[in-house]
């Protein structure tokens, strides 16, 4: 699904990530750990397309596509989803409004007809249960004077409602409590398919309890210099960062 | 004495000199101004003596004043001279129905996306149509008419309601209120008519539709309604004109009565053409709109979206002469490219626990000027009287202005007054948020400013909103990135 070849990224003068190689295929949960200012947030932006980072190598292919040629819109249109670390506030504008028109901007991308309010609606009923929310958060304005918690459950709701094909969840476990965790990690949970994949970007081996991932993938100073599976995520819990750190400057 | 007052000094005092011969034939009034325009524009219209000699009186004081200078705004000198005061559509006629209405002039309206066909079919809105300078449809009146409710144009209830227009012209925008009311009250060509009697809540939106058509015209047009005691109505208007290089007047005069427990809604789509991307072209709206609550808990409420026009010069305002008599003003304005708009309003508090609300949003993009000037001032009498104001700016670039000038005058200390202003810029994060979630930057900074301006688009009628949404993107096309 995902393939990425040696990427490597800048912002303004300063080269954050340093050649990247990560594969994804359908079905599968990736989670990509390490500690702070690794460049794990910035390989997520890149993923979905922020302007200020300037890729100046390597090539990601989404599903055939040269994803890195794609507007962020339309990598968001091809499927591509990221749960935002600190989602933005839209004065005015509801997340029911907000989910309307992203819709309806991707089923025209795709060639689909706008949904009507019927179906809408129903959609939305069904994806509310889902991931738990209440319909009065939904009226509100889009973020604004949420709880961090009911920011990321907003953002999981956002990603049931789309149905993406490459979620990225970025620190979305950071200032959760136990149960916000848990209702959270269910709604991405239920998200799985065969047919998705999931980016789980955590500083904190937490949140793999509730999601458990295929693989894990150790960033540091823009690399990725350790891949394992979930157990590799326990031992980094037990012996710390440092451990990595040192492995890497023994090299 | 400024430069153009000495000029239309000379033009005038020589008026006969160059005075032409009336042609009651002709659509079009000769173009300058002078004392024969006036009589020109009465006589088409066929107006009794006393309209004249108000016009008159109102063209007299004209000359004497000079135009504000205040305004937050700069344009080269207007050439009063070069302009037509009286331009009538080639298809005129008194028209029955809406079905005589010139085909071109339905498709222009639906082009707004206002069917006048649909209008009529539908319940809900009746509308006046004012093409240049003459009122061409007003539908809905026979049904109006059993309510008691008067709704023409302004020359047929000069005709049909004299004793109505005598009374109430010039009552609340005295004729030399400023510069240009003055010009209106001597040279205006139509406008709206509307009476709601007393007890009588109207049933369906009420709406005037204003258009410029030809070109080198000005167009000054008047409203006037007055709701008896107890009455309601909700009042919409919009305007639009053809694109054209050179700059277009318009100086219209609205005037709002409310008796006691009587209140008026009044909503604006302002949509003039502002110019092109150089600023060339545009219309100068300078246009004085004001309501008097003159009875107790009566209720006067101002809604405007304006995103047109070159200049906007405008400051729709209530004066609270009833105890416990409210007013509102809600407003959006939106500038791009060069337009410039200075606009707020005036809440003049007389009475005893009098109230008003102002919410104010304006929008800068591109290289305009967005200014809101508001003034609430608390008389000696008006104890216990409250005000709302909050005024937002919204930025979009930085070659933008927004300037907020309000004034606060307050006589009598059981006033309690507060003021909030905010500003704040368009977020490359939340447009990136909205791109992420599929949305075009262009949708995401329509989606964002409509947000913004909830608060006013709420206050307007269900389809207007819808119009006055779409209305925003478009004028904001093309202002990001
Ligand atoms: N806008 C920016 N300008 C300059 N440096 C940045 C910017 N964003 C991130 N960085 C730097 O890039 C590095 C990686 O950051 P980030 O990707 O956020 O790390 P992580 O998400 O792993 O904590 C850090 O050193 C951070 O300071
Ligand atoms: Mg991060």
Redesign the pocket.
């Given at each position: 699904m995902l393939s990425i070849k040696n990427l490597q990224a800048k912002?303004?003068e300063?080269q954050?990530l340093q050649g990247i190689d990560l594969q994804i295929n359908a079905g599968e949960v990736h989670a990509i750990m390490?500690p702070?200012?690794?460049?794990?947030?910035?390989?997520a932006s890149v993923l979905s397309g922020r302007e200020?980072y300037e890729v100046t190598e390597g090539e990601v292919d989404f599903l055939g596509k040269n994803l890195l040629e794609l507007s962020p819109e339309d990598r968001a249109r091809e499927g591509i989803f990221m749960a935002f670390q600190y989602p933005v506030e839209i004065p005015g504008v509801s997340t029911i409004n907000f989910m309307k028109t992203a819709l309806n901007q991707i089923r025209t991308y795709r060639g689909q007809q706008a949904l009507d309010a019927v179906s809408f609606l129903g959609l939305m009923k069904e994806k509310m249960k889902l991931v738990e929310i209440d319909q009065s958060l939904l009226n509100r304005s889009l973020n604004e004077g949420f709880s961090g918690g009911e920011k990321k459950r907003n953002e999981v709701f956002q990603m049931a409602m789309l149905e993406p094909k490459l979620s990225i969840l970025d620190e979305t476990d950071s200032g959760l409590d136990i149960d916000a965790l848990r209702i959270v990690a269910n709604g991405v949970n239920k998200l799985r398919s065969q047919n998705n994949a999931t980016i789980v970007?955590t500083h904190y081996q937490r949140l793999l309890d509730y999601i458990v991932p295929d693989f894990v993938h150790v960033?540091y100073k823009g690399r990725i210099v350790k891949s394992g599976t979930k157990e590799l995520a326990l031992e980094l819990e037990a012996k710390g960062y440092d451990w990595i750190k040192n492995e890497v400057a023994a090299v | 004495m400024s430069k153009d007052n000495q000029v239309l000094e000379e033009l005038t005092s020589k008026e006969y000199e160059h005075g032409w011969t009336v042609n009651l034939e002709a659509d079009e009034a000769p173009r300058g101004l002078n004392e024969d325009t006036v009589r020109f524009i009465s006589a088409k219209k066929n107006e009794p003596e006393w309209l004249l000699e108000w016009r008159l009186k109102a063209f007299r004081m004209w000359v004497k004043m000079a135009e504000p200078k205040w305004p937050n705004v700069h344009y080269p000198p207007i050439d009063y001279q070069d302009i037509i005061y009286y331009s009538a559509p080639k298809k005129k006629a008194s028209l029955n129905s809406i079905d005589e209405v010139d085909p071109e002039l339905i498709k222009t309206f639906e082009k707004l996306g206002i069917s006048l066909g649909e209008q009529k079919r539908l319940t809900g809105i009746a509308v006046d149509a004012v093409i240049d300078s003459v009122s061409v449809a007003t539908t809905f009146k026979d049904k109006l008419s059993e309510l008691g409710i008067i709704f023409c144009s302004f020359s047929e209830a000069v005709k049909e309601h004299p004793e109505l227009i005598r009374k109430y012209l010039g009552s609340v925008v005295p004729i030399n209120d400023n510069y240009f009311a003055a010009l209106n009250s001597a040279v205006f060509s139509d406008g709206s008519f509307c009476y709601i009697p007393k007890g009588v809540r109207c049933p369906m939106e009420l709406s005037t539709y204003f258009r410029i058509n030809a070109a080198n015209t000005g167009q000054f047009e008047r409203t006037l309604i007055v709701a008896e005691e107890g009455a309601y109505v909700s009042y919409l208007e919009g305007c639009t004109a053809p694109m054209r290089d050179e700059n277009q007047l318009h100086a219209a005069v609205v005037e709002l009565y409310t008796m006691k427990d009587a209140e008026i809604k009044y909503s604006t789509v302002q949509n003039w053409y502002p110019g092109d991307k150089n600023g060339k072209g545009g219309i100068y709206n300078f246009v004085t709109k004001r309501g008097l609550c003159f009875g107790d808990h009566s209720k006067i409420s101002w809604t405007q979206v304006e995103t047109g026009s070159a200049i906007t010069w405008k400051y729709p305002s209530c004066v609270l002469k009833g105890d416990y008599s409210k007013g509102e003003f809600y407003s959006v304005a939106v500038t791009n490219n060069y337009q410039q708009a200075d606009t707020g309003t005036k809440m003049i508090h007389i009475g005893k626990n009098t109230s008003s609300r102002i919410v104010s949003k304006g929008i800068s993009a591109g290289k305009s000027q967005n200014s809101y000037r508001g003034q609430v001032q608390i008389m000696k009498r008006a104890s216990n009287a409250r005000n709302f104001s909050q005024c937002d700016s919204l930025l979009m670039g930085d070659q933008c202005g927004a300037h907020t000038f309000p004034y606060i005058d307050v006589e009598n200390n059981t006033a309690r007054i507060e003021h909030e202003a905010t500003t704040s810029k368009i977020g490359e994060d939340q447009i990136f948020y909205c791109q992420q979630r599929g949305i075009s930057e262009e949708a995401a900074v329509a989606l964002i400013v409509n947000g913004y301006a909830k608060e006013v688009l709420n206050q307007l009628p269900m389809e207007f909103a819808v119009e006055a949404q779409k209305l925003l993107a478009l004028t904001l096309e093309g202002s990001v990135g």
């Amino acid at each position: 699904m995902l393939s990425i070849k040696n990427l490597q990224a800048k912002i303004g003068e300063k080269q954050i990530l340093q050649g990247i190689d990560l594969q994804i295929n359908a079905g599968e949960v990736h989670a990509i750990m390490g500690p702070n200012g690794s460049g794990k947030s910035t390989l997520a932006s890149v993923l979905s397309g922020r302007e200020e980072y300037e890729v100046t190598e390597g090539e990601v292919d989404f599903l055939g596509k040269n994803l890195l040629e794609l507007s962020p819109e339309d990598r968001a249109r091809e499927g591509i989803f990221m749960a935002f670390q600190y989602p933005v506030e839209i004065p005015g504008v509801s997340t029911i409004n907000f989910m309307k028109t992203a819709l309806n901007q991707i089923r025209t991308y795709r060639g689909q007809q706008a949904l009507d309010a019927v179906s809408f609606l129903g959609l939305m009923k069904e994806k509310m249960k889902l991931v738990e929310i209440d319909q009065s958060l939904l009226n509100r304005s889009l973020n604004e004077g949420f709880s961090g918690g009911e920011k990321k459950r907003n953002e999981v709701f956002q990603m049931a409602m789309l149905e993406p094909k490459l979620s990225i969840l970025d620190e979305t476990d950071s200032g959760l409590d136990i149960d916000a965790l848990r209702i959270v990690a269910n709604g991405v949970n239920k998200l799985r398919s065969q047919n998705n994949a999931t980016i789980v970007v955590t500083h904190y081996q937490r949140l793999l309890d509730y999601i458990v991932p295929d693989f894990v993938h150790v960033l540091y100073k823009g690399r990725i210099v350790k891949s394992g599976t979930k157990e590799l995520a326990l031992e980094l819990e037990a012996k710390g960062y440092d451990w990595i750190k040192n492995e890497v400057a023994a090299v | 004495m400024s430069k153009d007052n000495q000029v239309l000094e000379e033009l005038t005092s020589k008026e006969y000199e160059h005075g032409w011969t009336v042609n009651l034939e002709a659509d079009e009034a000769p173009r300058g101004l002078n004392e024969d325009t006036v009589r020109f524009i009465s006589a088409k219209k066929n107006e009794p003596e006393w309209l004249l000699e108000w016009r008159l009186k109102a063209f007299r004081m004209w000359v004497k004043m000079a135009e504000p200078k205040w305004p937050n705004v700069h344009y080269p000198p207007i050439d009063y001279q070069d302009i037509i005061y009286y331009s009538a559509p080639k298809k005129k006629a008194s028209l029955n129905s809406i079905d005589e209405v010139d085909p071109e002039l339905i498709k222009t309206f639906e082009k707004l996306g206002i069917s006048l066909g649909e209008q009529k079919r539908l319940t809900g809105i009746a509308v006046d149509a004012v093409i240049d300078s003459v009122s061409v449809a007003t539908t809905f009146k026979d049904k109006l008419s059993e309510l008691g409710i008067i709704f023409c144009s302004f020359s047929e209830a000069v005709k049909e309601h004299p004793e109505l227009i005598r009374k109430y012209l010039g009552s609340v925008v005295p004729i030399n209120d400023n510069y240009f009311a003055a010009l209106n009250s001597a040279v205006f060509s139509d406008g709206s008519f509307c009476y709601i009697p007393k007890g009588v809540r109207c049933p369906m939106e009420l709406s005037t539709y204003f258009r410029i058509n030809a070109a080198n015209t000005g167009q000054f047009e008047r409203t006037l309604i007055v709701a008896e005691e107890g009455a309601y109505v909700s009042y919409l208007e919009g305007c639009t004109a053809p694109m054209r290089d050179e700059n277009q007047l318009h100086a219209a005069v609205v005037e709002l009565y409310t008796m006691k427990d009587a209140e008026i809604k009044y909503s604006t789509v302002q949509n003039w053409y502002p110019g092109d991307k150089n600023g060339k072209g545009g219309i100068y709206n300078f246009v004085t709109k004001r309501g008097l609550c003159f009875g107790d808990h009566s209720k006067i409420s101002w809604t405007q979206v304006e995103t047109g026009s070159a200049i906007t010069w405008k400051y729709p305002s209530c004066v609270l002469k009833g105890d416990y008599s409210k007013g509102e003003f809600y407003s959006v304005a939106v500038t791009n490219n060069y337009q410039q708009a200075d606009t707020g309003t005036k809440m003049i508090h007389i009475g005893k626990n009098t109230s008003s609300r102002i919410v104010s949003k304006g929008i800068s993009a591109g290289k305009s000027q967005n200014s809101y000037r508001g003034q609430v001032q608390i008389m000696k009498r008006a104890s216990n009287a409250r005000n709302f104001s909050q005024c937002d700016s919204l930025l979009m670039g930085d070659q933008c202005g927004a300037h907020t000038f309000p004034y606060i005058d307050v006589e009598n200390n059981t006033a309690r007054i507060e003021h909030e202003a905010t500003t704040s810029k368009i977020g490359e994060d939340q447009i990136f948020y909205c791109q992420q979630r599929g949305i075009s930057e262009e949708a995401a900074v329509a989606l964002i400013v409509n947000g913004y301006a909830k608060e006013v688009l709420n206050q307007l009628p269900m389809e207007f909103a819808v119009e006055a949404q779409k209305l925003l993107a478009l004028t904001l096309e093309g202002s990001v990135g």
